[in-house]
């Protein structure tokens, strides 16, 4: 079993990369762990990989043009780093 932890789920494409790669290396159980998600996200993850479980504290529900959920937190990688985007 691997557990695949994402802050935000947003557009799901770093995790489908992320469950394709463990796919490949014969992982059989998923699971994908993330603070907040997109509908569309999720939408995205299960339709590529439908028997992997998905746990997630909140859906919101949808995203906006910068690919972020809305409302959401923002991004991710600048708070965790500290950097801003313009």
Known sequence: M????DPML?????????LAAL????VREIKILSIIASQF???AVHQQFP???I???????ELNS???????????????FNTLRG
């Open 66 to 80: 910068r690919k972020f959920i809305v409302p959401g937190l923002g991004d991710a990688g600048d708070r965790i």
């Open 51 to 53: 028997d992997a479980a």
């Open 23 to 26: 796919e490949k290396w014969g």
């Open 10 to 18: 947003a557009t799901g494409g770093s995790a489908t990369a992320a």
């Open 41 to 43: 996200g999720v939408e």
């Open 55 to 61: 746990y997630v504290c909140a859906i919101d529900p």
């Open 2 to 5: 691997a557990l695949v932890v």
